[in-house]
Protein backbone atom coordinates (compact mmCIF):
# COMPACT_ATOMS: atom_id res chain seq x y z
CA UNK A 1 0.00 0.00 0.00
CA UNK A 2 1.13 3.73 -0.78
CA UNK A 3 -0.26 7.05 0.82
CA UNK A 4 -0.22 9.43 -2.83
CA UNK A 5 2.51 11.21 -0.86
CA UNK A 6 5.02 11.54 -3.63
CA UNK A 7 8.68 11.63 -1.19
CA UNK A 8 11.21 11.81 -4.42
CA UNK A 9 11.18 12.34 -8.34
CA UNK A 10 13.34 9.93 -10.41
CA UNK A 11 13.63 9.57 -14.20
CA UNK A 12 12.96 6.86 -16.63
CA UNK A 13 16.91 5.98 -17.06
CA UNK A 14 16.14 2.79 -19.38
CA UNK A 15 13.59 0.34 -20.78
CA UNK A 16 14.71 -3.37 -22.05
CA UNK A 17 12.35 -5.61 -24.15
CA UNK A 18 11.70 -8.67 -22.50
CA UNK A 19 9.60 -11.16 -25.29
CA UNK A 20 6.74 -8.82 -25.33
CA UNK A 21 6.65 -6.85 -22.18
CA UNK A 22 9.91 -4.34 -20.44
CA UNK A 23 12.11 -4.47 -18.20
CA UNK A 24 12.44 -0.64 -16.59
CA UNK A 25 15.62 1.53 -15.31
CA UNK A 26 14.44 3.38 -13.21
CA UNK A 27 16.74 6.20 -11.83
CA UNK A 28 15.97 6.80 -8.06
CA UNK A 29 16.85 11.05 -8.14
CA UNK A 30 15.72 12.42 -4.89
CA UNK A 31 13.69 9.42 -3.59
CA UNK A 32 15.19 8.41 0.12
CA UNK A 33 16.59 4.88 -1.25
CA UNK A 34 18.09 3.91 1.97
CA UNK A 35 18.12 0.01 2.76
CA UNK A 36 16.12 -1.00 -0.41
CA UNK A 37 15.38 -4.92 -0.65
CA UNK A 38 14.76 -7.41 -3.50
CA UNK A 39 11.37 -7.72 -3.75
CA UNK A 40 9.90 -4.30 -2.11
CA UNK A 41 7.38 -2.43 -3.82
CA UNK A 42 7.90 1.19 -5.53
CA UNK A 43 5.35 3.41 -7.07
CA UNK A 44 6.41 4.67 -10.05
CA UNK A 45 4.18 7.30 -11.74
CA UNK A 46 1.18 5.34 -9.80
CA UNK A 47 2.24 2.27 -10.47
CA UNK A 48 3.05 -0.45 -8.15
CA UNK A 49 6.62 -2.23 -9.43
CA UNK A 50 8.32 -4.62 -7.77
CA UNK A 51 12.16 -4.38 -7.53
CA UNK A 52 14.05 -7.27 -8.93
CA UNK A 53 17.27 -5.61 -9.05
CA UNK A 54 19.22 -2.36 -7.15
CA UNK A 55 22.14 -0.50 -7.17
CA UNK A 56 22.78 2.99 -4.96
CA UNK A 57 20.93 4.88 -7.52
CA UNK A 58 18.57 3.24 -9.35
CA UNK A 59 16.48 -0.02 -9.75
CA UNK A 60 15.09 -2.44 -12.60
CA UNK A 61 11.32 -3.47 -12.19
CA UNK A 62 9.52 -5.43 -14.93
CA UNK A 63 6.07 -4.07 -16.21
CA UNK A 64 3.75 -6.90 -17.81
CA UNK A 65 1.64 -6.85 -20.42
CA UNK A 66 -1.08 -5.91 -18.63
CA UNK A 67 0.50 -3.04 -16.87
CA UNK A 68 2.02 -1.30 -20.53
CA UNK A 69 -1.86 -1.81 -21.58
CA UNK A 70 -3.28 0.31 -19.03
CA UNK A 71 -1.09 2.92 -17.53
CA UNK A 72 1.69 5.19 -19.53
CA UNK A 73 4.58 3.53 -18.26
CA UNK A 74 4.86 1.92 -22.05
CA UNK A 75 4.60 5.41 -23.38
CA UNK A 76 7.41 7.57 -21.40
CA UNK A 77 10.45 8.94 -23.37
CA UNK A 78 14.30 7.70 -21.71
CA UNK A 79 15.05 10.25 -19.29
CA UNK A 80 11.22 11.13 -18.40
CA UNK A 81 10.73 12.35 -15.00
CA UNK A 82 8.78 9.98 -12.68
CA UNK A 83 6.88 10.19 -9.27
CA UNK A 84 8.22 7.74 -6.80
CA UNK A 85 6.88 6.83 -3.45
CA UNK A 86 8.05 3.93 -1.19
CA UNK A 87 5.54 1.53 0.03
CA UNK A 88 3.93 2.38 3.62
CA UNK A 89 5.32 1.16 6.52
CA UNK A 90 2.92 0.21 9.72
CA UNK A 91 4.59 2.95 11.60
CA UNK A 92 4.01 5.68 8.87
CA UNK A 93 1.58 8.82 8.86
CA UNK A 94 -0.66 8.47 6.48
CA UNK A 95 -0.79 11.94 5.00
CA UNK A 96 -2.33 11.31 1.47
CA UNK A 97 -5.40 8.41 1.24
CA UNK A 98 -4.82 4.60 0.82
CA UNK A 99 -3.55 3.81 -2.38
CA UNK A 100 -3.02 0.46 -3.84
CA UNK A 101 -0.94 1.28 -7.34
CA UNK A 102 -3.57 -0.78 -9.25
CA UNK A 103 -3.97 1.75 -12.32
CA UNK A 104 -7.70 1.71 -13.26
CA UNK A 105 -7.16 4.04 -16.32
CA UNK A 106 -5.51 6.90 -18.10
CA UNK A 107 -6.71 10.33 -18.03
CA UNK A 108 -5.72 13.31 -20.02
CA UNK A 109 -4.51 16.61 -18.94
CA UNK A 110 -7.55 19.26 -20.61
CA UNK A 111 -6.24 22.61 -18.60
CA UNK A 112 -3.94 24.42 -16.48
CA UNK A 113 -5.79 27.58 -15.09
CA UNK A 114 -3.65 29.80 -12.45
CA UNK A 115 -5.39 30.29 -9.40
CA UNK A 116 -3.92 32.83 -6.79
CA UNK A 117 -0.63 31.16 -6.12
CA UNK A 118 -1.76 27.43 -6.64
CA UNK A 119 -3.16 26.18 -10.39
CA UNK A 120 -6.47 24.56 -10.96
CA UNK A 121 -5.66 21.23 -13.35
CA UNK A 122 -8.65 19.77 -15.26
CA UNK A 123 -8.46 16.05 -16.31
CA UNK A 124 -10.62 14.35 -18.66
CA UNK A 125 -11.33 10.62 -17.96
CA UNK A 126 -13.89 7.97 -19.20
CA UNK A 127 -17.65 7.21 -17.69
CA UNK A 128 -16.33 4.07 -15.96
CA UNK A 129 -13.89 6.24 -13.98
CA UNK A 130 -15.93 9.36 -12.87
CA UNK A 131 -18.70 7.28 -11.74
CA UNK A 132 -16.18 6.85 -8.73
CA UNK A 133 -14.78 10.41 -8.62
CA UNK A 134 -16.34 12.36 -6.16
CA UNK A 135 -15.92 16.00 -4.91
CA UNK A 136 -14.16 16.68 -1.89
CA UNK A 137 -13.06 12.92 -2.20
CA UNK A 138 -9.78 11.97 -3.25
CA UNK A 139 -8.13 10.78 -6.33
CA UNK A 140 -4.46 9.50 -7.22
CA UNK A 141 -3.16 11.02 -10.17
CA UNK A 142 0.42 9.57 -11.42
CA UNK A 143 0.81 8.70 -7.86
CA UNK A 144 -0.12 11.85 -6.03
CA UNK A 145 -3.25 11.95 -3.94
CA UNK A 146 -5.87 14.67 -4.81
CA UNK A 147 -8.54 16.25 -3.07
CA UNK A 148 -11.22 16.62 -6.10
CA UNK A 149 -12.69 20.13 -6.54
CA UNK A 150 -15.37 19.43 -9.01
CA UNK A 151 -16.33 16.55 -11.15
CA UNK A 152 -19.00 16.06 -14.13
CA UNK A 153 -19.88 14.31 -16.71
CA UNK A 154 -16.33 14.63 -18.73
CA UNK A 155 -14.02 14.71 -15.94
CA UNK A 156 -12.47 16.11 -12.85
CA UNK A 157 -10.44 19.51 -11.45
CA UNK A 158 -8.08 19.74 -8.79
CA UNK A 159 -6.24 22.59 -7.32
CA UNK A 160 -2.29 22.33 -7.22
CA UNK A 161 -0.54 23.84 -4.08
CA UNK A 162 3.00 25.45 -5.32
CA UNK A 163 4.71 22.57 -3.55
CA UNK A 164 2.91 19.76 -4.90
CA UNK A 165 3.89 21.20 -8.35
CA UNK A 166 7.82 21.89 -7.57
CA UNK A 167 8.35 18.52 -5.94
CA UNK A 168 6.48 15.89 -8.26
CA UNK A 169 6.29 15.53 -11.88
CA UNK A 170 4.11 17.51 -12.43
CA UNK A 171 6.31 20.57 -12.98
CA UNK A 172 7.17 18.39 -16.49
CA UNK A 173 3.64 17.52 -17.18
CA UNK A 174 1.23 19.83 -19.89
CA UNK A 175 -2.29 19.99 -21.18
CA UNK A 176 -2.64 16.75 -23.53
CA UNK A 177 -0.21 14.22 -21.44
CA UNK A 178 -2.18 11.28 -20.50
CA UNK A 179 -1.76 10.39 -16.86
CA UNK A 180 -2.56 7.10 -14.35
CA UNK A 181 -5.72 7.15 -12.13
CA UNK A 182 -6.62 5.28 -9.41
CA UNK A 183 -9.86 5.79 -7.99
CA UNK A 184 -10.55 5.56 -4.38
CA UNK A 185 -10.13 1.98 -2.91
CA UNK A 186 -13.55 2.70 -0.63
CA UNK A 187 -15.96 3.33 -3.86
CA UNK A 188 -14.64 0.29 -5.20
CA UNK A 189 -15.87 -1.75 -2.25
CA UNK A 190 -18.96 0.35 -1.72
CA UNK A 191 -19.71 -0.70 -5.20
CA UNK A 192 -19.23 -4.54 -4.69
CA UNK A 193 -21.04 -4.37 -1.71
CA UNK A 194 -24.12 -2.73 -3.33
CA UNK A 195 -24.27 -4.85 -6.17
CA UNK A 196 -23.81 -7.85 -3.83
CA UNK A 197 -26.72 -6.56 -1.79
CA UNK A 198 -28.96 -6.07 -4.80
CA UNK A 199 -28.53 -10.09 -5.75
CA UNK A 200 -28.57 -11.32 -9.40
CA UNK A 201 -30.55 -9.44 -11.93
CA UNK A 202 -34.08 -10.74 -12.19
CA UNK A 203 -34.83 -13.55 -15.12
Request: glycine residues 10%.
Amino acid sequence: MFTGIVTGVGRLAGRMPRDGDLRLEIATGSLPFEAPQLGESIAVNGVCLTVIAFDAERFHADASTETLALTTLGALADGAPVNLERALRADDRLGGHLVSGHVDGLGRVEAIVPDARAQRWRFSAAPALLRYVAKKGSICVDGVSLTVNAVDADGFEVALIPHTVAHTAFAATGVGDAVNLEVDLVARYVERLLADRAGPPAA
